[in-house]
């Protein structure tokens, strides 16, 4: 029999009473280093963080590092955003607008259906290239005849 995964942890079971209080001792401990943290932020903008000697240079180097740390966390997010952005718009490229299918990269029209791939999913003659309101019979700029859609 497993204890502990039944789902039911009876109060009095020794493993449940052991994580239980493991817990609060952390939680507790948190909560002291934090109240620390506070005075000794208060501390060293009352005293000055020269009194704090060794300390002091410390924390500078480390708020130093802190600031490069986060200009690099900032542009490797910007740059995981710009991957990500150029992922989406290659599988754009690739995906038929008319039948949905995943082509390889660099094929012009669609290895399903044929339909041409890269283009915008607008409405465009299939003369002259101009742009045409949805269920446009004759294009406005050449007037050729439209595809029924
Ligand atoms: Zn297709
Ligand atoms: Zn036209």
Request: charged fraction near 30%; aromatic fraction near 4%.
């Amino acid at each position: 029999m497993m204890k502990g995964l039944s789902g039911f942890m009876p109060q009095d079971d020794p493993e449940v009473r052991l994580m239980n209080a493991q817990t609060e001792v952390n939680e507790l401990k948190d909560r002291l280093t934090s109240l620390y943290a506070q005075i000794g932020r208060q501390a060293v903008e009352k005293y000055g963080p020269e009194a704090f000697g060794d300390q002091a240079d410390a924390l500078k180097l480390t708020q130093s590092n802190l600031a490069a740390a986060e200009s690099s966390l900032k542009s490797a997010q910007q740059e995981k955003d710009k991957k990500e952005r150029e992922e989406k718009e290659k599988a754009e490229r690739e995906t038929c607008p008319s039948c949905g299918a995943r082509n390889p990269e660099g094929v012009k029209f669609c290895q399903e259906c044929g339909a041409k791939l890269g283009a915008p999913a607008k409405n465009v003659c299939v003369n002259c290239g101009a742009e045409l309101a949805p269920g446009t019979r004759f294009c406005g700029e050449c007037g050729a005849r439209q595809p029924e859609v």
